[in-house]
């Protein structure tokens, strides 16, 4: 072909490639190539197209084949790096990459994608200097400030990343994704309005935009709007049965809702262990000998001042270390003092922040824990596709979520004989229930709690009932009920204390539910976060008598109202999440407070209320019932808690030796 006629061919081409007529460039690429094998520009172009049609193999393939005839192609090798990254083959990518730079330090696309790369190998340190150096070639460029709030959000925190969001958009104000992810950090970093704007912004131009509608179910959810929140992960799922973020966040949220039948909870999780699938059972190297020290491992975002920590490091303090070596992985970016307590007790301490499941599943496979514990279950941050792949003998699930996780590859769960009955339970799990105390818990007061104060009430004050829970787990039902209470106990008040509660905006959407529910809003007081643990246990001071909610019961708020002296009056149900009051008030010595149904709760909390005296007397001596029960018992429940680990691992060896 003369060289005017294939120059006009490639012109041709290069005119349909960037008018986004990809076929016929194409096609005009093949003949330029077919008639001119070596010619550069056709394959390097060529290579470019197939890897936006994301064919990255035949990509890779030209894009090598262009860098023989000019091995000092930045452009190529960068776009090699990116066919790489799109067939999964993250180290080669970073390889490429980094050579475009090297060619040409001045490429701020290719320090953009290197710092993907990097980050994909859990190199984020590396990567935000990537993303810096592109950022400093070139400061409006949108896709590395997004890029770098990502990695920011999952690093330092999402209201670090929310500036470099922000950015983003105001250079791209269409793409989509970025207000999406904007949106996202700013629900987590305390700015629902704001964020909820973000998501509507992006939702009224794609209504199927699943980032947009896994942030926006979260921003209903935590004000109290459940079944919008379910609603939106559901229509996420029908288009993205895989959506991890989307199922796990809709199986947490399912348990906030009334009417919601255990045995449609148990299919719901059930689905999600059949999404996931069971992984082909993989090779490990520990030796299956029952008395032999095992390595104990820990996996979770909350290793840091959360309840699931304060629950599991007294246990942690108390498990032998002559018979127990403990590897904890935290998967959060804060660490802080509760953070450096646990790690105390560890042999192995590693910071998966910010990780791939590839890296985290390589490091703790490299760790070869006996036994590995899930403490989050389908809470956020949540590695339960990891436990698919069987990342030790024995896999037991515990503390951070009130539900099986409905994978098969799960062992155990550890819970109660009250939280799960015996014979009632075991049909909602796909796990094996281990009763491994007489309460699943081990409370760890706060040293620097006040002192109990007496009830407002005995001075004269109005009765205050109170609950400081989630607001997310108060229900319709439950507003009711609590209408009732303060019916029955005229003059009395109710005080209310939860994450963005002093919102105006969130205010002025409950009013109209609790004048529904019966509930006068004059009567109600709500009340956001403390700065600190100390002042938000300091406000049971204005509370009287402590109400659980329902379906699904408080935890540490329980624990917390005890220990600060005032009774808690909770309804006990047919699951995990709605028994845990029973739990707790059973270990403390106080069955009396459990209610048999709705007339029976507010009963008792009317009673309560009706007995300054027995109310004074409560105050003081709640804390030493407290010190005296199995929930502050940590020696026993650590003992206890060992013992249950080394009879799941003996059943194991049991079957290992059993197996040819």
């Not at 490429?107 to 400093?136: F, N, T």
């Not at 402590?546 to 935890?555: C, E, F, I, Q, V």
Request: net charge neutral; proline share 7%; glycine share 8%.
């Amino acid at each position: 072909m003369p060289p005017a006629k294939l120059q006009s061919l490639l012109q041709t081409a290069v005119a349909h490639h960037r008018g986004g007529r990809l076929a016929e460039a194409e096609q005009l690429y093949a003949r330029v190539r077919a008639a001119a094998p070596a010619n550069f520009d056709a394959l390097h172009l060529s290579g470019l197209l197939a890897v936006q049609q994301g064919r990255w193999t035949d990509g890779a393939g030209l894009l090598r084949r262009a860098l023989k005839l000019n091995p000092r192609s930045a452009l190529a090798e960068m776009r090699l790096g990116l066919a790489c990254a799109g067939a999964g083959d993250a180290a080669a990518a970073a390889s490429h990459l980094q050579a475009a730079v090297d060619r040409e330090p001045t490429l701020a696309e290719g320090w953009c994608h290197l710092g993907v790369a990097l980050r994909s190998l859990s190199r984020p340190a590396d990567a935000r200097a990537a993303y810096a150096r592109a950022l400093a070639l070139k400061p409006d460029y949108a896709e590395a400030h997004d890029r770098l709030g990502a990695l920011v959000s999952e690093t330092e925190g999402f209201a670090a990343a929310v500036p470099h969001f922000r950015r983003a958009v105001e250079l791209q104000p269409d793409h989509l994704t970025g207000w999406a992810n904007l949106g996202a950090a700013l629900a987590q970093a305390g700015a629902p309005a704001e964020a909820l704007a973000c998501f509507e912004r992006v939702l009224a131009a794609e209504p199927g935009h699943a980032l947009a509608l896994t942030g926006r179910a979260l921003v209903h959810q935590e004000a109290g709007r459940v079944a919008a929140a379910v609603a939106d992960y559901t229509t996420v799922l029908a288009a993205h049965p895989r959506h991890h973020e989307a199922r796990s966040g809709r199986l947490l949220a399912l348990h906030y809702l009334d009417g919601v039948s255990r045995e449609d909870l148990f299919a719901d999780h059930a689905a999600f262990g059949t999404v996931v699938g069971l992984q082909p059972a993989p090779t490990l190297p520990n030796r299956p000998e029952p008395g032999r020290r095992l390595r104990v491992g820990f996996l979770s975002p909350d290793l840091r001042a959360h309840s699931v920590a304060y629950f599991l490091e007294p246990l942690l303090a108390h498990l032998d270390p002559a018979q127990f070596e403990l590897c904890l992985y935290h998967d959060h970016p804060r660490v802080d003092a509760m953070s450096a307590k646990l790690r105390q007790h560890a042999a192995v301490w590693r910071h998966f922040a910010g990780s791939s499941h590839a890296a985290v599943e390589s490091a703790i496979r490299a760790d070869a824990p006996d036994v590995l514990f899930d403490l989050a279950g389908h809470t956020g941050l949540n590695r339960l596709p990891l436990f698919a792949r069987r990342l030790a003998p024995v896999q037991i699930t515990y503390l951070g979520y009130p539900d099986t996780t409905g994978l098969r590859a799960m062992d155990y769960r550890f819970v109660d004989a009250i939280t799960d009955p015996v014979g009632e339970a075991e049909a909602g799990h796909t796990e094996q229930l281990v009763r491994f105390a007489p309460t699943a818990w081990s409370y760890a007061p706060p040293a620097d709690a006040p002192e109990p104060a007496p009830p407002p009430c005995v001075a004269g004050a109005p009765v205050t009932f109170g609950c400081f829970n989630n607001f997310a787990k108060i229900t319709d039902v439950t507003l009711g009920a609590w209408a009732r209470v303060l019916a029955a106990v005229p003059g009395s008040r109710l005080l209310l204390k939860g994450h963005g509660l002093d919102a105006p905006d969130f205010a002025a959407a409950l009013r109209p539910r609790l004048a529904a529910a019966g509930l006068d809003p004059a009567r109600v007081e709500l009340l956001g976060r403390t700065s600190g643990l100390a002042a938000h246990l300091a406000l049971y001071a204005r509370v009287d008598v402590a109400l659980d909610s329902s379906p699904y019961h408080g935890t540490t708020t329980t624990c917390e109202a005890l220990w600060m002296g005032r009774p808690v009056v909770t309804l006990p149900g047919d699951r995990h999440a709605s028994r845990v009051g029973a739990s707790l008030l059973t270990a403390a010595g106080h069955p009396e407070w459990i209610a048999a149904d709705w007339d029976d709760y507010v009963r008792r909390a009317a009673d309560l209320a009706r007995d300054p005296a027995r109310l004074a007397e409560l105050s003081r001596g709640l804390r030493a019932e407290l010190r005296a029960s199995p929930l502050l018992d940590h020696a026993g429940q650590g003992a206890r808690f060992g013992a249950a680990i080394r009879d799941c691992w003996t059943v194991w060896c049991t079957r290992a030796v059993a197996v040819p």
